[in-house]
Nanobody, 121 residues
Framework: VQLVESGGGLVQAGGSLRLSCAAS????????MGWFRQAPEKEREVVAS????????YYADFVKGRFTISRDNAKNTMYLQMNSLKPEDTAVYYC???????????????WGQGTQVTVSS
């Protein structure tokens, strides 16, 4: 399974970005998916997670009300709409896929290479 993130970049505080994660080589519509991030000198943390159908989602407290996770199984793609961005959202954002079922606490089985998001103040 290959996961490729896109959509990162530089944005001012208060702005928006939409990240995409395109999957290939597996059965995307059966995988739980998630977005994670890692800031410099910090551990990787879960941002949001979504089950195979999109019917269940999880958000970390620090993004609730600002970020929205979604997926389009017909396009083998997951998204993260990020609004009201803050400088502390600056990090490398990774997507993960897990064929073992939805559990937002679990480390995904497959990872993308990451995309940089930088929010200036």
């Amino acid at each position: 399974v290959q996961l490729v993130e896109s959509g990162g970049g530089l944005v001012q505080a208060g702005g928006s970005l939409r990240l995409s994660c395109a999957a290939s080589g597996g059965t995307f519509n059966t995988y739980a998916m998630g977005w994670f991030r890692q800031a410099p000198e910090k551990e990787r943390e879960v941002v949001a997670s979504i089950n195979w159908s999109g019917g269940s989602t999880y958000y970390a407290d620090f993004v609730k009300g600002r970020f929205t996770i979604s997926r389009d199984n017909a396009k083998n793609t997951m998204y993260l709409q990020m609004n009201s961005l803050k400088p502390e959202d600056t990090a490398v954002y990774y997507c993960g896929a897990d064929p073992r079922g939805w559990n937002w606490r679990r480390t995904p089985y497959y990872w993308g290479q990451g995309t940089q998001v930088t929010v200036s103040s």
